[in-house]
């Protein structure tokens, strides 16, 4: 059973809720980096970041539905309805929606999470409005016809071949499966070639329905941008589609709940003739909202968030051992993962593992010196700054944020809460999560000699 997020509870008079309600939740030097909400009446929510010195604008809409809402007859579905709300609407085709934003030279796509799904357009900030006219136009009037369906399915099963092809990419979906087992945050956002074979043009008609209301839906816009013409054309693209029926309607809350992780210790093995073996150890982290995650993130970064961390100098530069391996931390409404990952020769397999454990295990009994955790915080204020040098990280960050926390922080917000994490809080959390027995996931052609001593790597 899927972890939803109830309707808002507060309350206001009926006369309130019928108008739009603007607020400024960050308040930029000179109008640069302001960032506005509106709620209009039917619980759409609109966030927009205003920097007036580029030429560019980057609209997306944020939708609260992801592979984690689905059941297992659903699986693949969130992703299956993002490749087909480009397939036409009423008044567009597919031909007409690709072209009109190539007509222009703006870019467009989408892409499917566990606990979202976004649509997004950047263009030059003069042709925004037929950016906005576009992707209200897919998000609100989809037709979803059944010969649409048929011929993404396609598409949809070649995209599924091409991640099983990657074991780099495919050993995290093996990563989350053996951490959640089987429910939705252990299933692959993709969905199987089973489940994709089996959803109906009906099924995701429903599916779409339920999940695509205005009280779901976030629209983020960043760049050179007017908010208020922004919310005036927006509104007018979901009045004009009928979206808007229900003036007291209110947001939908972010999401909330409690899940238990599998018990530690699993190891899962899938054996696959590659050249290399992919491995991921690692544990339960922490949940998105946990105030922890500053100190966490600057603990992943002095593990294995660049050329002069731990793994990356232990594994790579002293051994030469692997030539990719890093640390990494994944956090959901509810609970999170850390992981280390590393593609090495199978025959170094047992090398690369002790190495990552005994850095783990030695990171959380002594912690972190002092010089590696400045290091760390350091790189990691520079590459959040670097990281939102344009438009359409400006509106991913507005757009989760008020998705997935209901609030906004700027950038000086952030890179404070980062500066203000000390060692004492590093090596805290690193008891916490770095304590805990991992469990392991391997993609490679190992040997049974090779694969009997896997459960030696999470003893």
């Not at 609100?140 to 598409?155: F, Q």
């Not at 499966?177 to 994709?196: E, I, K, Q, W």
């Amino acid at each position: 059973m899927t972890s939803r997020g109830s309707k808002a509870t507060a309350r206001t008079s009926s006369e309130a809720r019928a108008v739009a309600r603007t607020q400024t939740l960050i308040k930029g030097e000179n109008g640069i980096g302001t960032v506005r909400r509106t709620t209009l009446p039917g619980g759409l929510r609109i966030v927009t970041e205003t920097l007036p010195s580029v030429r560019s604008a980057t609209f997306g809409i944020w939708a609260h539905v992801g592979s984690r809402d689905e059941t297992p007859a659903l699986g693949g579905a969130t992703h299956y309805l993002e490749h087909l709300l480009f397939k036409g609407t009423a008044t567009r085709s597919a031909l007409d929606i690709s072209a009109a934003i190539d007509a222009v030279g703006g870019e467009m796509n989408a892409f499917t999470a566990k606990e979202y799904t976004c649509y997004y357009a950047r263009v030059l900030d003069t042709d925004l409005p037929l950016a906005i006219d576009v992707v209200c136009d897919m998000l609100t009037s989809s037709v979803i016809r059944e010969e649409d369906v048929d011929v993404e399915r396609g598409a949809i099963l070649e995209e599924i071949a091409m991640t099983e092809d990657d074991p780099g990419d495919c050993v995290h979906d093996l990563f989350a499966h053996t951490m959640f087992g089987d429910n939705p945050l252990g299933r692959p956002v993709l969905g199987t070639v089973d489940t994709v074979n089996a959803l109906t043009a009906d099924r995701i008609r429903r599916f779409y329905k339920k999940h695509y209301d205005p009280t779901h839906l976030v629209v983020a816009c960043a760049g050179n941008v007017d908010h208020n013409k922004v919310v005036r054309q927006v509104r007018a693209a979901f009045e004009k589609a009928g979206a808007l029926k229900d003036p007291q309607a209110l947001p939908i809350a972010p999401r909330g709940g409690r899940r238990a992780l599998r018990t530690a210790g699993r190891v899962e093995l899938l054996g696959r003739k590659t050249e290399q073996a992919h491995i991921v150890l690692g544990m339960p982290g922490l949940a998105r909202t946990d105030e922890r995650r500053w100190a966490l993130g600057v603990l992943n970064t002095a593990l294995g968030g660049g050329m002069s961390s731990r793994l990356f100098q232990e594994v790579r530069e002293k051994r030469g051992l692997a030539y990719s391996v890093y640390s990494y931390t994944s956090g959901f409404a509810d609970c999170g993962l850390f992981g280390v990952y590393a593609g090495c020769r199978p025959s170094q397999v047992h090398d690369v593992l002790k190495i990552c454990r005994d850095e783990l295990d030695q990171v959380a009994e002594h912690g972190l010196p002092d010089d590696e955790i400045e290091r760390a915080i350091g790189q990691l204020r520079g590459s959040t700054v670097l990281g939102l040098e344009d438009t359409g990280a400006l509106m991913n960050r507005i757009g989760k944020s008020e998705l997935c926390w209901g609030e906004q922080m700027s950038v000086d917000d952030m890179l404070s809460r980062i500066a203000s994490v000390t060692p004492d809080d590093v090596r805290s959390v690193a008891r916490d999560i770095l304590g805990r027995r991992p469990s392991l996931s391997v993609i490679g052609p190992l040997k049974d000699k090779q694969a009997s001593r896997l459960h030696e790597a999470v003893a």
